[in-house]
């Protein structure tokens, strides 16, 4: 039984009551995952990996790793499922704060932005249609139509609760973002020398193609500043466009509930969350200081829902989503690769 089933049925109790009895419960489990969240971004700024690895993507393999080597049970399943949940909300509404509707001005012209949109928006329909025609379930190809568009990861994680995915496909949705990403990061390093493209184009590229922000920035960095420059500013736009996408998502799957259930607020609460911070943020009142700080709570959130998204991933059940969702990325890294390569073209038009 997860947490919040737990919470409704139990309701009838006083709310901080039972919240004060959980925790104690559960305090054991909750500390783990305090301990392993710490583990994984000190992990991903070794040397060794060469950013390779972000925290999140190692915090998902250690849950990965800990639930097939039989380290589960009852003491932590709980926290877990709070973590892959309720921390994973928490940590969606804070991404908000990372954006600034004023970056758009940064562009330069409303064609710009436009050709960001159109990319962004047939990219998306497109991964629909393809996820269909090689029948991978429709949660799967949800992630995948936001993950590789918009921003990788953080858009997989702000989609999850609203797609129905179960943690296996999450899981298997941010594999394809980090496989793709890093063979696009490898695919520029090359083409840059070969082609010599220049450097706004490439970033314009990068920004519009690659997949989640560090891998833009990897991508982009071994070009030039001008490229990363053009980069950074192209994907914060990509970024900006994840509130409308999780409100048509969310408004979309209320056609879908009961009677009953459309009686409720048709916006979840996390999404309202996310689209407040992004408003604050644009307002420029708030301090660096704040926003980095809210910064490192919001990846430290993120990182320990990961956690709890890998402990779900059973490898035994893997096998039964087969190879369609790798069939799937391919698809959709060609396609946003193409569409992105279209959408400079017909932005240097006007540059």
């Known amino acids: 039984m997860n947490y919040s089933s737990k919470i409704s049925q139990k309701f009838e109790r ?4 039972y919240q004060w009895a959980w925790l104690k419960e559960n305090i054991y489990g909750l500390l783990f995952i305090i301990g392993i969240s710490f583990l994984a971004r000190q992990l991903a700024q070794l040397e060794l990996l060469n950013d390779a690895l972000s925290a999140v993507v190692i915090a998902l393999l250690m849950g990965i790793v800990f639930v097939n080597t039989g380290f589960t049970g009852t003491w932590i399943n709980p926290s877990l499922d709070f973590s892959s949940s309720q921390l994973l909300k928490i940590g969606i509404s804070l991404l908000g704060f990372r954006l600034a509707f004023s970056e758009i001005s940064k562009i330069g012209s409303l064609a710009g932005i436009l ?8 990219s998306f329909s497109l991964i629909i249609w393809l996820g269909k025609k090689v029948s991978v379930s429709q949660p799967l190809t949800l992630l995948v139509a936001a993950g590789f568009p918009i921003c990788g990861i953080s858009a997989i994680a702000a989609v999850k609760p609203l797609s ?5 496909e999450t899981g298997y949705a941010v594999g394809l973002v980090t496989i793709f990403g890093s063979i696009s990061i490898l ?5 840059q020398p070969v082609f010599d493209f220049e450097m706004n184009t490439l970033g314009w590229w990068i920004g519009l193609s690659v997949h989640d922000t560090s891998q833009v920035v990897a991508a982009a960095s071994t070009a030039g500043e001008s490229a990363l420059d053009a980069a950074v500013i192209v994907k914060i736009c990509r970024i900006l466009l994840l509130a409308p996408m999780l409100l048509l998502i969310s408004l979309n799957s209320k056609k879908t509930i009961t009677k009953d259930q459309r009686k409720t607020f048709p916006i979840p609460i996390f999404i309202l969350g996310f689209i407040a911070a992004a408003a604050l943020s644009s307002t420029e009142v708030l301090t660096d200081g704040f926003l980095d700080t809210i910064g490192e709570i919001r990846n430290f959130l993120i990182t320990a829902a990961m956690f709890g998204l890998g402990a779900g991933i059973r490898l035994n059940s893997i096998k039964g989503l087969g190879i369609k969702p790798l069939l799937l990325g391919s698809l959709s890294w060609v396609t946003l690769l193409v569409l992105a390569g279209f959408g400079t073209l017909i932005e240097i038009q006007f540059d």
Do not use: E, Y
């Open 187 to 191: 695919l520029f390093s090359i083409l």
């Open 164 to 168: 129905g995915a179960d943690d296996k």
């Open 115 to 122: 050709i960001i949109i159109c990319v962004v928006g047939i």
């Open 14 to 17: 006083p709310f901080l009551h």
